[in-house]
């Protein structure tokens, strides 16, 4: 199938809600462009792995409340192990996109900053969403992950107002508030990109 063929498909995926799907056939455009996909394939990339992961975060999210609520303590150690299963399939999709864009992506070296910025900073993204969920010394690992991947996109040269520099310093910020729980260092980020 040529890349025209597979965005045309992703774009059908999406509009049926089969972000699966939408990763796959975006997986083959990686594939074959790599570095080199546009602005617009770009977000239609974002698109496809944040809808993928994104009703597993909110699952996780939902459990963990209900598991707060003492009406359902007899029901915990089903819930500990529903929400196992949801959260290990996070990690996987989580890892999967990490590992798409190092293969595919960055070890080809995108050709401007912007696009590098870019995948660079979902590489930290999607390790911190991996936070959320990790215990132990896999934590350690993906937030110390998240943190270099941040760091590295922050050391690209953009311009000042430009929208990745900014969405980056967002959720480097987040980043900050929510995994490393240093809200000092989260004030201060935000602060410097206003």
Known sequence: MSVEENIFLARVAEQAERFDDMVEFLERVLMEKGADVSTDERNLLSVA???LISSKRAACRTIQAIEQNPKYTKFNEALKVYKGTIEQKLQEDCQKVVDLIEN?????????????????????????????????????????????????????????????????????SVFHYEAMKDSKAAVALADQAL
């Open 104 to 172: 595919n992506v960055l070890r080809k070296t995108p050709s401007d900053g912007e696009a590098k910025c870019f995948f660079v900073k979902m590489v930290g993204d999607y390790y911190r969403y991996m936070a959320e969920s990790a215990k132990g010394d896999k934590l350690e690992k993906v937030k110390n992950q998240a943190l270099q991947s941040y760091k590295d996109a922050m050391n690209i040269t953009l311009p000042p107002c430009s929208p990745i520099k900014l969405g980056l310093a967002l959720n480097f």
């Open 49 to 51: 792995f944040k809808n």
